[in-house]
């Protein structure tokens, strides 16, 4: 199952070939954070600007649809 918000950022990541770590360290923010988000751990969830910098960052925007209370994905399984 690929359709969740943190499975496409883990899937897009590694793709990549980023690891966590590097992520985290591009970002500045802690490699917690990242593993949290691609688990669906993350509970910062009123604030989406580490979740829009990382869809950025991994390049997948137009895959991926932001409202400023809510990201959600276009297309379940977009990265194939």
């Known amino acids: 199952e ?12 590694q793709l990549k070939r980023i690891t966590q770590e590097e992520l985290a360290r591009t970002l ?7 593993k949290q988000i691609e688990n669906k751990t993350y509970k910062q969830l009123h604030s ?19 409202n400023d209370d809510l990201i959600f994905i276009d297309t379940p399984g977009f990265i194939e």
Request: charge should be positive; include cysteine.
């Open 2 to 13: 690929n359709s969740t918000l943190g499975n496409q950022i883990k899937y897009a990541r």
């Open 28 to 34: 500045g923010v802690d490699s917690c954070t990242i």
């Open 48 to 66: 989406t600007t580490i979740i829009t910098n990382i869809i950025d960052y991994l390049d997948i925007r137009d895959k991926i649809k932001i």
